[in-house]
């Protein structure tokens, strides 16, 4: 049984009005497509192609290196122009194939071709996953075929479909919803073959009524599938409150959703699933979100992996003027970057460009106000955490559950002394697990 609602969150400016009534535009890219062969989380893909290579769309160019990592297809046809270490929304330079376009997209073999998953046994499915190179497409990356694989497949009695798409601004998933709901359906029912004891929910924040009533409308007599509402609060969408409020079941930074009997995936990976297992199409295109007052036309474009986000603003209008911060992904848990000139990621959802940095102030001294702990819907200290950070302090830090914070910035957007909180928190989370890989 689900809950009503999670402890603490906030409600920030939503800004989701700029994009979310307007229709997807289809866009192909202009000039070299670049493609990062670490688009996920776990070890990066090994280039398979050399300099000079003809490839095809389809063709996989990048193979999954080791058990949590994932293939990387590409979207154009051409000539493999360079391999060499290109920057990334990430903020790092990552080995990445570049591929001149020859305009023609030419596919591989079989692309395309429908595909009967009704008769296709568990391991096919996962296989046609895998091979896809599908990820986690909420932002997190994590391959979707490990996540589709846990110990025990017979305990999973809950399929959660994300479609809350909390973060403020974003809304490629409201229209991918909105203009292809089947696909999502489609990609439930793959998922049932899978797990046979489970029960399907989609999750929508009731921001999205239109939303709702689509998928309540294409799943009336399915006695296994729910469309739940959900309370529109950041962080809904996050991994632990998202289950928590609707199954009730409790998560932390030491469990998987699989330990308490769900799978959670993002609406966009469950349409990926139904392409790569039904219709035989890998992970080749997305819908990115461009948006932001410094933006001329605001909107979202469905486009290839491997796109320069430089053509998508031009696509956009360009800026009004020039923004003071550019934000790949939402304005609470994006990241800011100095450049445009990036290529879209299978985990770049949007670019948030801005007229006016609400983040650039000066912190003031900790007032005690409390807010921050009001907001955390993990329930920890913020500002306690954040001093032991400080005072390097780790002992303290462990004690005071700092390992369970999720990151989702709710502490810094409260705060009224404008304190960094959550990237404090998260800095010294980082700077732990990175001394237990050593």
Known sequence: MGKSTFMGGIHPFEGKDL??????????????LI???????????????????NVLVGQKIGEANGFISANIISSVSGTVKAIEKRLTVSGKLVESVVIENDNEYTKVEGFGEERDYNKLSKE????????????????????????????????????????????????????LMMEEPEKIVGGLKILFKLFTNAKGIIAIEDNKPEAIKKFKELTEG??????????????????????YVTTGRKLNSKKLPAD??????????????????????????????????????????????????????????????????????GPMMGLAMYTYDLPVTKVASSLLAVL????????????????????????????????????????????????ECCGCGCCSFICPAKIGLAQKILQTKNSILAEKKK
């Open 19 to 32: 994009t979310m009534d307007k229709p997807t535009t289809v866009l192909l890219p202009k000039g070299d």
């Open 222 to 243: 399915e006695a296994n599938i729910e469309v739940q509402a959900l309370k529109t609060k950041y962080p809904q969408g996050g991994e632990r409150q998202l289950v």
């Open 124 to 175: 096919e499915i996962r296989e046609a996953v895998r091979e896809a190179g599908i990820v986690g497409l909420g932002g997190a990356g994590f391959p979707t075929d490990v996540k589709l694989t846990p110990k025990n497949e017979d305990a999973i009695d809950y399929i959660v479909i994300n479609g809350a798409e909390c973060e403020p601004y974003l809304t490629s998933d409201y229209r």
């Open 260 to 329: 308490v009997g769900c799978i959670v995936n993002n609406v966009a990976s469950v349409a990926a699933i139904y392409m790569a297992v039904a219709k035989n199409t890998p992970l080749i295109e997305r819908i990115v979100t461009v948006t932001g007052d410094a933006i001329n036309e605001p909107q979202n474009f469905r486009v290839l992996i491997g796109t320069n986000f430089s053509d998508i603003v031009e696509a956009a209008g360009g800026f009004k003027n020039k923004p003071e911060k550019i934000i790949f992904g």
């Open 35 to 53: 493609f990062p062969m670490s688009q996920h989380i776990g070890g990066p893909a090994k280039p398979v192609v050399a300099k000079g290579d």
């Open 356 to 403: 006016h940095d609400e983040a650039a102030v000066e912190e003031s001294p900790c007032i005690r106000c409390g807010r921050c702990t009001e907001v955390c819907p993990m329930l920890l200290v913020p500002v306690g955490l954040a001093k032991a950070g400080a005072h390097n302090d780790e002992d303290k830090f462990l004690a005071m559950d700092g390992m």
